[in-house]
């Protein structure tokens, strides 16, 4: 990085000044100057890395401690669950697929989670120099490391890569129950937790199951009133959802401590022609006036991030490294997961009168 600096090139007593680009290790000039309306990413190799995901780490000996040492004040804990919302549903998500869930000694951590509107996202916490990373939206952190490969909960195939992996595959991951909105089908990718990278329908491991909470979006205010618009054109969204988190954690925890089987799946699918790309839902959507109709949903990338090579080598680079992929890229510019298949473009489709799909809501 570099900064543009003024300084007489000869010294104070100079009445002159001349402008120049100096290195610099935490300053940043852009020739030109930053232009209004325009969102900037900056990706960078850093140094003095630290060493993080201690805090999952942390979460697994505290809850395991809880359960299983007879001199902790808590008394006996017959079962553990756990819940996150969007961030913290992610850092679940992470818990699991990192092995968390099983302590030290090898014994099962907690036997229910609830990620929450947690898209297809994990933390990305294992990786150096690396903090807790935002989710991806519409229009910035596309390159960001929460949304990597694998995103379902069953083992599949990148078809970009053909790494085969899952975030449920040992004896001592717990009972899931899943939950999105409509939002993280248009923002999250959350159709990528239960169908295959090239878009075709996966489902869920026996111990998980997945609910869309259908034309509800990621952040739900109970106390809501009457819809308003603050700064958006549209009205806000006033669908509340207290009411099913209860559901969720009484299905969570007869499943768990009674073996009551919670209700069936409820997300759109392939099959049944309610998830779609964005092309067919642009043709089915109504042709209302005032309306504003996204372009698309969020894309997802697949990234390369091996080392930067004596400067010649980008960090990132869509679709990974090798010659072949790089020309394949070229030929297709702006390529994405979603593309070549339909997962990460596919969305449920819109509530409205003249065309209403299956109910898709959690008991």
């Known amino acids: 990085m570099a900064v543009r600096t003024t300084a007489g090139p000869g010294g104070s007593e100079l009445r002159t000044a001349a402008a120049a680009v100096v290195p610099s290790r935490c300053d940043l000039h852009v020739d030109g100057g930053f232009q209004p309306g325009w969102i900037y990413e900056l990706t960078y190799e850093a140094e003095d890395p630290l060493v993080l995901g201690l805090g999952l780490a942390a979460v697994r ?8 040492d007879p001199a902790q004040p808590a008394g ?3 079962y553990a669950y756990g819940w996150g919302r969007s ?7 992470d818990f699991i697929h990192l092995s968390c869930n099983e302590d030290t000694e090898g014994r099962p951590v907690f036997d229910g989670l609830l990620p929450r509107v947690s898209g297809a996202g994990r933390l990305g916490v294992e990786r150096f120099a690396n903090l807790t990373v935002p989710g991806g939206q519409q229009y910035e952190d596309h390159l960001s490391p929460a949304d990597t490969f694998p995103f379902a909960y069953a083992k599949t195939v990148d078809h970009l890569t053909g790494e085969q992996d899952a975030i449920m595959k040992r004896a001592s991951d717990p009972k899931v129950l899943h939950t999105q909105t409509s939002t993280e089908y248009w923002q999250r990718r959350g159709s990528l937790v239960h169908t295959t990278t090239d878009g075709r329908d996966l489902g ?4 998980v199951r997945g609910y869309l909470w259908s034309s509800s979006q990621h952040v739900a205010d109970p106390t809501a009133g009457a819809p308003a618009k603050g700064i958006c054109n549209h009205l806000q969204n006033v669908v509340a959802t207290s009411a099913l988190f209860r559901a969720v954690l009484d299905a969570l925890d007869a499943w768990v401590s009674e073996s009551v089987e919670p209700p069936a799946s409820a997300v759109p699918t392939v099959a049944d022609g309610t998830l779609v790309t964005i092309d067919v839902w642009s043709r089915q959507f109504p042709a209302v006036p005032s309306a504003l109709r996204p372009h698309g949903p969020n894309e997802v990338y697949a ?3 091996s080392a930067v090579s004596a400067g010649r080598r980008p960090l990132a680079q869509v679709h990974g490294a090798g010659s072949r992929r790089r020309r394949r890229r070229q030929r297709n510019r702006g390529r994405t997961r979603s593309d070549g298949g ?3 473009r596919h969305l449920h489709r819109m509530e409205h009168a003249s065309s209403r799909p299956r109910a898709r809501r959690a008991a």
Not at 61 to 68: A, N, Q, T
Not at 87 to 93: H, S, V
Not at 204 to 207: A, D, E, K, S
Request: glycine letters at 4%; charged letters at 30%.
């Open 342 to 344: 339909r997962a990460a």
């Open 303 to 305: 990234v390369d991030r």
């Open 87 to 93: 961030q913290t549903g992610r850092a679940i998500r």
């Open 76 to 78: 006996p804990v017959e």
């Open 61 to 68: 000996d505290l809850v395991s401690h809880l359960r299983h």
């Open 204 to 207: 869920f491991p026996p111990n």
